[in-house]
T-cell receptor, first 113, second 114 residues
């Protein structure tokens, strides 16, 4: 079985400061891990994907995530938040033998001016 | 823009009614997935089709059904609607429908059952 836990339901940061969104996963096999973002009244957009090629994954809009197998974590970071980063972020896991994506509960990011 | 299209964008209907949601996958993608997003359940996988055949089922109610047509577009049919079916329904597509593959999501259909 696979599951994803997003450790924070809500994160609030000031514009220009770093953002950290925490995600832990549990999986019996090597998973594929994703971060998706959902802006208000919009669909889900892929930020980045980990597939075991490199533990540090760079995504769009300055985001990156680090896969740590020993900690079963896949935290998402951005060095400097922008107002446009205000959205909901989902950590997602998928296995080679399972067709579906399993979503975390989501983290809502608020950016203060 | 992911290349996945969904219609309609919004749907308002009454309990007991039936609705059909439509999805067109990205050009070249053979697999289509349906997900439901609700406040209490979060994002849940409903069903997957690959090249016209059902491949996997998730938490899909018996009142719900789907199909994928020869042109690869898909429809999700929801019948005997209940208030609790109000949610955002997403369609996603991927090239081969295999595990670990990136899925690209459409903008969603927001269903409100009154």
């Amino acid at each position: 079985a696979q599951s994803v836990t997003q450790l924070d339901s809500h994160v609030s940061v000031s514009e220009g400061t770093p953002v950290l969104l925490r995600c832990n996963y549990s999986s019996s096999y090597s998973p594929s891990l994703f971060w998706y973002v959902q802006h208000p009244n919009k669909g889900l957009q892929l930020l980045l994907k980990y597939t075991s090629a490199a533990t540090l994954v760079k995504g769009i809009n300055g985001f990156e995530a680090e896969f740590k197998k020993s900690e079963t974590s896949f935290h998402l970071t951005k060095p400097s938040a922008h107002m446009s980063d205000a959205a909901e972020y989902f950590c997602v896991v998928s296995l080679r033998n399972d067709y579906k994506l399993s979503f975390g509960a989501g983290t809502t990011v608020t950016v203060r001016a | 823009d992911s290349g996945v299209t969904q219609t309609p964008k919004h749907l308002i209907t009454a309990t007991g009614q039936r609705v059909t949601l439509r999805c067109s996958p990205r050009s070249g993608d053979l697999s289509v997935y349906w997900y439901q997003q609700s406040l209490d359940q979060g994002l849940q996988f409903l069903i997957q089709y690959y090249n016209g055949e059902e491949r996997a089922k998730g938490n899909i109610l018996e009142r719900f059904s789907a199909q994928q047509f020869p042109d690869l577009h898909s429809e999700l049919n929801l019948s005997s609607l209940e208030l609790g079916d109000s949610a955002l329904y997403f369609c996603a597509s991927s090239l081969l429908g295999t595990g670990g593959e990136t899925q690209y999501f459409g903008p969603g259909t927001r269903l409100l059952v009154l």
